[in-house]
């Protein structure tokens, strides 16, 4: 799958899952329709992430989705993910690029439009932009916090690459996002705290191709 398909996205969280396991959210997320996963767990140490890392690799690859791991390029190349995604903070793009080649995907957080053109200078293939509603699932400065779909416009715009919102997003308010020319969407708590997760995810991926038919 392209990144340009990429039309749901979760972002693993097991502090958010209700006591379920991350493997049982990432499967429900997989039956009802989801596009793309990170592995995200922040807090957890290398060992347990590579593990849980295998365990999801299986489980994208018989399905045909992508995985992607936050930040660590070790584990990446460890378990053959599609890709890795970073942050402002984290190992800058360019480095990402040149330690996984140039078939793996590598994607960003941005907040701004310079940090935006920077990314898909450096080599990013996809950008995720926010946070476009605020979040409690990350620490996040509160200039960047609530960015709104307007800023998500003002990026796609300036880049040639896709982008997907992320931060607060819902079933109900993703089609503003979408209609401003994202992608797709990146959720946390929408699918992982669900009482349903294939439920929440068949309804958010339903959110984004409603928006992308208003977007046409």
């Not at 460890?78 to 360019?94: F, Y």
């Not at 982008?163 to 993703?174: P, Q, R």
């Amino acid at each position: 799958m392209t990144v340009s398909n990429w039309h749901t996205y979760l972002v693993t969280d097991a502090s958010l899952s209700e006591g379920r396991t991350t493997l049982e959210i990432v499967r429900a997320a997989i039956d009802g329709g989801v596009d793309a996963i990170q592995l995200r767990e922040k807090g957890t140490d290398a060992r347990f992430r590579y593990e849980l890392g295998r365990e999801l690799r299986e489980l994208t690859a018989e399905a045909g989705v992508d995985l992607i791991i936050n930040d660590r390029v070790d584990i990446a190349r460890a378990i053959d993910a599609d890709g890795v995604h970073v942050g402002q903070s984290d190992l800058p793009v360019a480095a990402v690029r040149n330690l996984l080649g140039p078939d793996a995907v590598v994607g960003c957080s941005t907040s701004t439009l310079e940090e935006a053109r920077q990314a898909e200078a450096a080599g990013a293939d996809y950008l995720g932009v926010g946070t476009i509603y605020g979040t409690t699932s990350k620490d996040v400065a509160a200039e960047k916090d609530g960015v709104g779909p307007e800023r998500v416009a003002d990026i796609v715009a300036s880049v040639s690459i896709p982008v997907v919102g992320i931060g607060g997003i819902t079933a109900e308010n993703a089609g503003p996002v979408v209609e401003s020319g994202a992608t797709g969407v990146a959720v946390i708590s929408e699918i992982t705290a669900a009482t349903d997760p294939a439920a929440a995810t068949a309804a958010l991926a339903e959110a984004v191709e409603t928006a992308k038919t208003v977007e046409d």
